[in-house]
């Protein structure tokens, strides 16, 4: 298995990759390429081209949990997908994962 950070809120010095407050990891294992989350923003986007991952070759996208730190990227993913769509580009249908509630609004009991 091949882990490859693509978004936290840390960055290599020297290597200028964009940081949030956010976590985003590229998997290799057995053949299959899994983006397990998907940060606050189109951070891991921006950090994979820098670092010459083709997020449009995914086998499955995987969200662990459904706070925005780790869901919110799912919007600038669709708008990848949907580039590639207009544009013929070559890509796969990556395989969503995700809990049942992880799509659920999260609301706090506080006053």
């Known amino acids: 298995m091949k882990l490859t950070v693509l978004v936290d809120n840390n960055t290599l010095i020297d290597r200028y990759f964009y940081g949030e407050p956010g976590v985003s990891y590229f998997i290799e294992d057995e053949g299959n390429k899994i983006l397990f989350d998907l ?9 994979a081209q820098k670092l010459n991952i083709d997020l449009l070759n995914l086998d499955f996208v995987v969200l662990s949990h459904g706070h925005l730190d780790h869901t919110w990227g799912l919007d600038p ?17 990556p395989i969503i994962i995700a809990h049942p509630l992880t799509f659920y609004s999260k609301k706090s009991n506080k006053s």
């Open 39 to 47: 940060g606050y923003s189109d951070v891991f986007i921006k950090n």
């Open 77 to 93: 993913l669709i708008r990848l997908y949907t580039e590639a769509i207009i544009e013929n580009l070559n890509h796969k249908n």
